[in-house]
């Protein structure tokens, strides 16, 4: 509950990942220097192997896969693998 009152109040962007998840841990460092330059949106990750429930009530199929929401709707959903930092800026849509 405090998830969706969290994303329905804000823009989010969200990381699905797993530790064990080779382009997750490529993309970790991509995700969180988009964090540092876009303060006016929530930046959240989410460890798939601990949160499965909402994973799949998300519908997160694979790892790592990126959401970004605005105010409780979905705008953008990657699940590319391993991408360039500017590519997933340009995917978020909401940065």
């Not at 969706?4 to 969200?14: C, M, Q």
């Not at 798939?48 to 790892?63: A, M, P, Q």
Request: hydrophobic residues 40%; contains cysteine; positive net charge.
């Amino acid at each position: 509950d405090e998830f969706y009152a969290i994303v329905d109040s804000s823009r989010v962007f969200l990381d699905f990942y797993a530790p064990w998840c080779g382009p997750c841990n490529t993309m970790s460092p991509r995700f969180k220097e988009l964090a540092q330059e876009a303060d006016h949106v929530l930046f959240i990750k989410v460890n798939f192997d601990e949160f499965k429930g909402l994973c799949v009530s998300l519908g997160v199929r694979s790892l790592p896969t990126f959401i970004s929401f605005d105010k409780g709707q979905e705008i953008a959903r990657i699940s590319k693998g391993a991408i360039p930092k500017k590519e997933l800026k340009k995917l978020s849509r909401i940065l």
